[in-house]
């Protein structure tokens, strides 16, 4: 319940999903030797504890366990955990070092980059407000800075090709961010709703693609600076997206669009005005 102040999980306990959900008054986890996985939704939305540590037993840390931990700076990922589900340390707003043992098979924190980061595929799953991204990182994964208020300026390392949907959103403090030139995509709303923004440096000779609401809510003013941008015009996108929930028999829902969008620079190279044609 919501006055719950500390918790011991031990092996032979069976924990239900967001067993200890919006538990705001909750200061201590201890997390028992024996234990090997942490369920979907465990501690989200607590937002007192600040720092939790993981035995050598854990293996599994499932969707969003620690979601929305407004309180927790620290994390640190033993070599055990070789399974971390979506967004499980997502819009936890107060952290600020992440450390994973360097003999982890599956995720590194490479260059003391304060960052989790699946090492196979050079994705950064998620970011704090010390993070430094790494030049051999390729992508920044959907939310994996949302709603981190502490972070106040970024450079996306060169190797990064791709910044996806809301990696930044709601990072109300981001006052500047430098887009290095490899970058060839910027996904829907990555950078929404950041109200701080005041500089945003680009340094690609071809500008990335951007959605519709990719720098919503963002002054329009800002001036991109190292861009050569005149009159930028992107074809036809043309997709499928193809989704299938299970719950329904794996009935195939399909979503298609097409959408011709028109990317025009205003005077003064100021940030590019969309003009959205469907």
């Known amino acids: 319940g919501s ?3 500390g918790v011991t999980l031990t092996e ?3 924990l239900d999903q967001a067993v200890f959900y ?3 008054n909750l200061t201590s986890i201890i997390i028992a030797d024996g234990v090997t996985a942490i369920p979907t939704w465990t501690f989200g939305w607590s ?4 720092e939790v540590s993981f035995p050598s037993s854990i293996t599994t840390i499932h969707d969003y366990a620690f979601y929305n931990c407004d309180g927790l700076k620290e994390v640190y990922i033993p070599a055990s955990i070789t399974y971390i589900g979506m967004e499980v340390f997502n819009s936890c707003s107060a952290l600020e070092s992440i450390y994973v043992a360097a003999d982890n098979p599956v ?3 490479r260059e003391r980059c304060n960052a989790l980061i699946e090492t196979a595929t050079n994705v950064l799953i998620t970011g704090c407000k010390n993070t430094v991204i790494p030049d051999n990182v390729e992508t920044i994964a959907a939310w994996a800075f949302g709603y981190c208020t502490g972070l106040t300026d970024i450079v996306i390392g060169s190797g990064v090709t791709k910044i996806e949907a809301f990696a930044f959103t709601s990072c ?3 006052a500047s961010i ?3 030139e490899h970058v060839t995509e910027i996904g829907d709303a990555a950078f929404a709703y950041c109200s701080a923004l005041n500089n945003i440096e680009v340094k690609a000779v071809n500008p990335p693609v951007i959605y519709e609401m990719t720098f919503e809510n963002v002054d329009k003013s800002i001036e991109l600076i190292d861009t050569f941008i005149t009159d930028i015009k992107y074809a036809t996108n043309e997709g499928l997206d193809v989704h299938t929930d299970k719950c329904n028999n794996d009935i195939e829902v399909y979503r298609t669009y097409c959408a011709y969008r028109e990317y025009r620079s205003v005077p ?5 005005e969309r003009v959205y044609q469907y």
Do not use: A, P, Q, W
């Open 3 to 5: 006055g719950l102040k």
């Open 12 to 14: 032979n306990m069976i």
């Open 22 to 24: 919006e538990c705001n």
């Open 47 to 50: 937002s007192t504890f600040t």
């Open 107 to 109: 995720y590194d924190s």
């Open 172 to 174: 109300s403090n981001l």
């Open 178 to 180: 430098v887009i290095s």
């Open 268 to 272: 003064n190279n100021r940030i590019l």
